[in-house]
T-cell receptor
Framework: GEEVAQTPKHLVRGEGQKAKLYCAPI?????VFWYQQVLKNEFKFLIS????????ETGMPKERFSAKCLPNSPCSLEIQATKLEDSAVYFC???????????????FGQGTRLTVV | QKEVEQNSGPLSVPEGAIASLNCTYS??????FFWYRQYSGKSPELIMF????GDKEDGRFTAQLNKASQYVSLLIRDSQPSDSATYLC?????????????FGPGTSLSVIP
């Protein structure tokens, strides 16, 4: 597609439940990034993929968060046993491979607002 | 030290004035720099990207990059009330072992009619 598509737009989970978020990158983009934005605060980098391979997961709270980008499927971010502090907007972004003179800008989806109650 | 820092806001400018937004970054090897605008409740929208030292102009926006000083700025000329938003500076760090776009905390801009 021509834009990064994130689903669902809103997700409400009870504390302890599982949450799964999806992201379809722009067609042709080989890099996918996930970010967490709590309230209107800073973007916290979670994880990046190059195609289906995890490239950088230094931002992931590994005990409860996991992510995948499988061929021919939307990427996913899963939170096991959600906590109140997981309430945030989760943004996905995609970009092309770096090419001479450009192509590295990341385009964002509309985000998924997760509310843990 | 945070990897990407921006001048603290909120920044208020009168309509028609120049708004100046500043950003510094810590990774000297960073190659790609971006300015995003985020309206309240919306996703970030790319305004400008810059890769080479110097100025890059697009309409009312000018991005300036100085890699020696690890500094990137965004100037908005003839500011309009519709420019009121949070402006995010982002730096892409690509290494053999990691690849991420790091965002600054953002600067809130208000353009006063």
């Amino acid at each position: 597609g021509e834009e990064v598509a994130q689903t669902p737009k809103h997700l409400v989970r009870g504390e302890g439940q599982k949450a799964k978020l999806y992201c379809a990158p722009i067609k042709g983009h080989s890099y996918v990034f996930w970010y967490q934005q709590v309230l209107k605060n800073e973007f916290k980098f979670l994880i990046s993929f190059q195609n289906e391979n995890v490239f950088d997961e230094t931002g992931m709270p590994k005990e409860r968060f996991s992510a995948k980008c499988l061929p021919n499927s939307p990427c996913s971010l899963e939170i096991q046993a959600t906590k109140l502090e997981d309430s945030a907007v989760y943004f996905c972004a995609s970009s092309q491979s770096e090419t001479r003179g450009g192509g590295t800008e990341a385009f964002f989806g509309q985000g998924t607002r997760l509310t843990v109650v | 030290q945070k990897e990407v820092e921006q001048n603290s806001g909120p920044l208020s400018v009168p309509e028609g004035a120049i708004a100046s937004l500043n950003c510094t970054y810590s990774d000297r090897g960073s190659q790609s720099f971006f300015w995003y605008r985020q309206y309240s409740g919306k996703s970030p929208e790319l305004i400008m990207f810059i890769y080479s030292n110097g100025d890059k102009e697009d309409g009312r926006f000018t991005a300036q990059l100085n890699k020696a000083s690890q500094y990137v700025s965004l100037l908005i000329r003839d500011s309009q009330p519709s420019d009121s938003a949070t402006y995010l500076c982002a730096v892409r760090e690509m290494k053999t072992s990691y690849d991420k776009v790091i965002f600054g905390p953002g600067t809130s801009l208000s353009v006063i009619p």
